[in-house]
């Protein structure tokens, strides 16, 4: 499968509508700002959910001209003022001459992150009978719970994680991008008790799989494949044209996706500044 940039700028603009989504649903659920804040720049966003939110991140520029120095400038400062660094999310696919601006302002590279696809039209997938897949949209909290569970337990194959975050700050983190429009949850059941969850958020045709999660005692029994080919199937059943999921590298999450079919697509480079 082939990807140009104008698939990458596509799947990019779905990511920001994501993330600044989550910043801005948080700030819908609570009755104090806590400093949250979403900014455009070039075609992207930078956000802000909280201290050491995972939702703290620069995404999507790169596809709609490049950032000015001033533009860069307010970014900072606008983190600045929060006491956070400045992460930027920057796919390969986009203007090189950010990676160039960004290397001379003082960023530094950090770790990687791939970004899968997969033709969903004319397809079907076959979900493992061992494992029952319910869509959930009710019961967010136990939704939540099996999902940052898994999360807590990060699994030893591939790179490991570069990021840790507090219980608290994760679950508030993914119970904010849940609640963004035509985003659908799911609970996967084994021996009819649950063992892992995942999300499906259905925009202009593009299925963005995220997360997907299972509990340390459920894994290497077909959790993850069935949370995946049910979503798909759902995906095409929408009539969307394309899937897409992020991973870490030569992670577990990888293998599986490219199991099923999804091939590599770009990588996004994370650069961090830190506060002056």
Known sequence: MFCDT???????????????????????GTTTTTGRFTQEIAGGAACFAGPNSPLNK??????????STAQWEAVEQAYAEVGAPVQVELAHLADPRIGAELTARGYRLTSFENVLGLRLRGRAWLVPQSVEVRRDDDDMDSWLDIVVDGFAHPDDDGLPATEDFPRDILASAVRDLAATNNTHRYLAYRAGEPAG?????????????AG???????????????LLSTRLNAAAAADCDLAVVTTQPGSKSQQNSQAQGFALLYTRAVLVKDPA
């Open 6 to 28: 104008g698939m990458a700028g596509r799947i990019e603009r779905m990511e920001t509508e994501a993330i600044a989504g989550g910043v801005n649903a948080g700030l819908r």
């Open 58 to 67: 620069v995404v999507g520029v790169g596809f709609a001209g490049v950032p």
């Open 197 to 209: 969850g995942a999300s499906l958020r259905l925009t202009g045709g593009i299925a963005a799989l």
């Open 212 to 226: 997907a999660a299972t509990l340390p005692e459920h894994r290497r029994q077909g959790v993850q494949t069935a």
